[in-house]
């Protein structure tokens, strides 16, 4: 049962670093969301709309969401990155 709970409590992790971050400009609404590791595909779709010409989203508002979407990826990254530490017998400097 305690397997249950730690899937559950990963899963849970999960759901919670895809929770969408939503830009409303004007009449127009954005919603963003990204897994841990599709980073670099989100970065180049926040570039290709703000170098278009046909939507008001600028270089600012990709900014401005890839702040707020790396914000909820943060905790996630830190477990990642204490876990590596603890499976080398080392401790973080967090």
Not at 22 to 39: A, I, Q, Y
């Amino acid at each position: 049962m305690a397997d249950h709970t730690r899937n559950k409590t990963e899963k849970d992790r999960n759901t919670d670093q895809r929770e969408p971050v939503t830009l409303v400009k004007g009449s127009h609404r954005w919603t963003f969301t990204c897994d841990p590791g599709d980073e670099p595909a989100l970065l180049r779709r926040l570039a290709e709309l703000a170098d278009g010409k046909d939507v008001p989203f600028d270089w600012f508002d990709a900014a401005l969401v890839s702040h707020q979407l790396s914000n909820r990826l943060r905790p996630g990254l830190k477990r990642v990155q204490a876990g590596r530490a603890a499976s080398r017998g080392t401790g973080t400097n967090s």
